[in-house]
């Protein structure tokens, strides 16, 4: 998996790359605004105090309203697609969801970085004992986004989804994602 998330990152830097040298700089007359959606897949990353790394793959669907250039709102819905056991430990984010204000610096048409901002959460299982938890907590990250053309674009985020307590130990889980969204309304 982390061969197939290295290719995709690298092949997403090569379409970044191409699409920014052929994009036009002037933003012109350009209609901002409406719904999208889109999904991602990734690396859920799990750290709790007392145990090994523990890994798993997410798959997500995203949904949400952009208002301008710059600001949008988004929600988000998944889980555990795979998971690696390290030691005998593992952990499955049985459903990952989150809400987040959207703030996006355009750079043209073509690229744009964003920041979002949160409640991010995770019903999350163990198996060292059993236990199921479901925290939530302030959820922050960004990414970097590009037009392909005709309303589809990707993206690459690292997002800083939840912490909360496991019976006493301390856990944080991040996420490292690329994804595809439709924006029905982009036309350029």
Known sequence: MKTLLATMGCGLL????????AADYGYGESP?????????VGELYYREDGIPPLNSTVAMFRFGQQFSPYLAIEGRIGGTV???DNQGYHADADVIYGGYAKGILPFNHW?????????GGAQMHRNYPAFNTNDIAVSYGGGLEANLGGGASVNAE??????????GYDY????????VSWHPWWGF
């Open 172 to 179: 944080n889980a991040n996420m490292l994602t690329f994804g």
């Open 158 to 167: 690292w997002v800083h989804l939840t912490n909360g307590d496991n019976i």
């Open 32 to 40: 901002y605004g409406g719904t999208y959606f889109g999904a991602s």
């Open 14 to 21: 090569g379409v970044l790359s191409t699409v920014a040298g």
């Open 82 to 84: 795979t998971n690696e």
């Open 111 to 119: 690229v744009s970085v964003y920041a979002i901002g949160g409640l």
